[in-house]
């Protein structure tokens, strides 16, 4: 098999990784209660139908069932999290649960994993970012390195909106609502937590973080490369202004003097958000194929 023929094999695999099917035709009498049955499951007990004589294979889905490898473990769906993310959340979306496991576990998983691993290298040492005059900020920064799951989540969540708005006309995965919007800004923590990590270890792989979200989002939404790129340029500029805004709005609590500077700082965030989030929104829908869907 040559290169090419293995970049095309992978692709197969990247939209359609498994296929599921009734392997058990006919009609099998359960070995566990008795009941007669057709299908891969007892409707009765819930015993597999190849169930029965115990045989090699039995011994090694045995072995696979003490370290919990379905396909909804851990290292699947971290495997799948870093090859095909994009085609993974879509399915998850479109109501595919059985592909992996719940986002939420996993994301809890790798801080697990995040903390270990920063442990054993010691790369949790104190290099804190001492703002000054500001005890919030200090307060904010350390709580988020000290919660690795809730912190990635509050800095990804941001995303939501601006992808929201600009990813809604997509070809693919089109008119996603809210809620899938926050789902998918908790698949990117795990995804996020894990280039973070990653880039502890070796700071050039920083580069992951943006690489992973153009991929994702390609694969999620179905843009080609200039309409993902543009779009999620236009979401980081908006993520950007929003943390800004969110800095100088606490910024302004600490300092009782200067309240009517701040107040006018905070239009300037505001309004770039709204002039991408507009624009993007309204060339997003003329440039779109389902125009006819209305919001
Ligand atoms: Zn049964």
Redesign the pocket.
């Known amino acids: 098999m040559n290169l090419k023929e293995a970049i095309a094999r992978f692709r197969t695999w990247q939209k359609t990784p498994r296929q599921y099917s009734d392997q058990n035709l006919g009609s099998h009498c359960?070995a566990?209660?008795?009941?007669e049955f057709t299908g891969n499951y007892?409707p009765?007990?819930?015993?597999n139908a190849n169930d029965g004589r115990i045989t090699w294979r039995s011994v090694g889905q045995s072995i696979l069932n003490v370290l919990n490898m379905d396909s909804r473990s851990l290292p699947i769906t971290l495997w799948q999290l870093l090859l095909r993310p994009g085609y993974l959340i879509g399915e998850f979306l479109n109501g595919r649960r059985r592909v992996c496991q719940p986002p939420l576990n996993t994301l809890f998983a790798v801080a697990v994993i995040y903390v270990i691993v920063m442990n054993i290298f010691g790369l949790d040492s104190d290099t804190d970012i001492t703002v000054q005059g500001a005890p919030v900020m200090e307060q904010v920064s350390s709580w988020l390195k000290n919660h690795p799951a809730w912190g990635m989540m509050s800095v990804t969540m941001v995303m939501i909106l601006p992808t929201w708005i600009l990813f809604r006309f997509a070809p693919r995965n089109t008119n996603h609502s809210l809620p899938e919007s926050a789902f998918i800004q908790i698949f990117m923590s795990s995804l996020m937590l894990i280039c973070a990590l990653l880039s502890n270890l070796l700071p050039w792989l920083f580069i992951l973080i943006p690489l992973y979200y153009y991929v994702t989002y390609r694969q999620l939404f179905g843009y080609k490369f200039w309409g993902t790129l543009w779009r999620l340029f236009a979401c980081g500029i908006v993520w950007f202004s929003i943390i800004t805004l969110i800095a100088m709005v606490m910024f302004m609590f600490e300092d009782d003097n200067n309240k009517s500077a701040f107040l006018i700082g905070c239009m300037f965030p505001l309004i770039i958000i709204s002039v991408i989030l507009t624009t993007g929104y309204w060339i997003s829908k003329k440039t779109s194929p389902t125009t006819t869907n209305s919001l």
């Open positions: 359960c566990n209660c008795g009941h007892c009765i007990c819930g015993q």
